[in-house]
């Protein structure tokens, strides 16, 4: 994306459609009153430049709203929160507010509410995870409104992006369990794009030392503890023999860590148990869970920082920043 790149506006709709900017209005908001012909090269027009109507013009140069957009997968649970609390802190500090929208799992939705943001005309868009649908990146790229891309990494950022390496951590956790003298590992695992590229470089890692693995329960997203004991229960149901699993979420280790001790399965003496995301309740579980830690106020922070900056017309201190992970080591390995 160009910073200073300018976004299409209602009157190069027109020039390019050959018609007045008053006609493209009438063509957006009352298309009954235009005529087929207008109206297909009103539309064209739209499609060739992917303009988005501001939904808050009025007639007159509004003043800047000062408001930055955030979109989440999932507001229930815990995952996302601490880097939410961080990006609304820096941004009040720097005078700006912040709206969270839900996006679900789902690419469609997510398109829907990219749309609808950019009609408002917010100084700025968080997103969680990378955009990966080209409908969301036009719409994005066209507006000309700063965008950071959170929680994942990609070498083709539609604009800035503070991010992770998610086949990293999953390498990273087979070398830790294969430190441990486990030679038999599985997964519990959410099935969306983040998850699934774990779950990728788990397996290939676990493969390439000569581990035993094949075996990935799934659970439906956002995560929950009964998704975690219903997965460890299917893993130890097809391989009884698992010694250690990984589970992407810090909810679902906690479930499985509770449906060992329902089987009167041993934590860490007969099955080590991992989780993710290092969340408020992972040191007080029984056992105390060992997690990949996920540094949330550094990117909400670091997001916050880039948005302003962009928003004011500077250039971010890094447009693109790889805050990286740590696994905490804690009982339950």
Excluded at 63 to 68: E, F, K, M, N, T
Excluded at 216 to 227: K, L, Q
Excluded at 254 to 274: D, F, M, T, Y
Excluded at 286 to 304: E, K, M, Q, S
Aim: aromatic share 4%; proline share 6%; glycine share 8%.
């Amino acid at each position: 994306m160009n910073p200073g790149a300018k976004p299409f506006t209602i009157q190069d709709v027109a020039r390019i459609a050959g018609v007045s900017a008053m006609t493209v209005s009438r063509a957006l908001n009352t298309p009954q009153k235009v005529s087929p012909d207008t109206l297909e090269r009103v539309r064209e027009a739209v499609r060739r430049t992917n303009f988005v109507p501001n939904a808050m013009a009025s007639g007159l140069r509004r003043a800047r709203a000062r408001l930055v957009a955030a979109l989440l997968p999932t507001m229930v649970g815990p995952v996302f929160q601490e880097m939410v609390e961080a990006l609304d802190l820096a941004l009040h500090e720097r005078g700006y507010q912040l709206m969270i929208g839900q996006s679900g799992y789902d690419a469609t939705r997510e398109d829907e509410l990219l749309r609808a943001i950019v009609q408002r005309r917010p100084d700025g868009v968080v997103v969680t995870g990378v955009v990966r649908s080209e409908e969301g990146r036009r719409v994005l790229r066209a507006s000309g409104i700063p965008v950071v891309e959170t929680w994942e990494l990609t070498p083709t950022p539609i604009d800035m992006l503070v991010g992770f390496s998610h086949p990293a951590i999953g390498a990273a956790v087979v070398d830790y369990l294969h430190a441990r003298g486990h030679r038999h590992v599985a997964m519990v695992s959410a099935g969306d794009p983040r998850a699934l590229t774990r779950v990728a470089a788990f397996t290939e890692r676990a493969e390439a030392l000569g581990m035993q693995t094949s075996l990935t329960a799934f659970t439906a997203a956002p995560s929950t503890m009964g998704a975690g004991r219903a997965g460890l229960a299917e893993l130890l149901a097809r391989a009884p023999g698992v010694t250690a699993v990984f589970c992407s979420s810090d909810m679902l280790a906690l479930g499985a860590a509770i449906e060992a001790r329902e089987r009167g399965i041993a934590v860490p003496g007969q099955l080590a148990i991992v989780g993710m995301g290092d969340q408020s309740f992972a040191a007080d579980a029984a056992p105390p869970l060992t997690t990949v830690r996920i540094d949330g106020t550094r990117i909400g922070r670091l997001a916050a920082e880039m948005m302003v900056a962009r928003a004011e017309g500077q250039a971010p201190a890094a447009p693109v920043v790889d805050i990286g992970f740590s696994i905490v080591e804690r009982a339950s390995t």
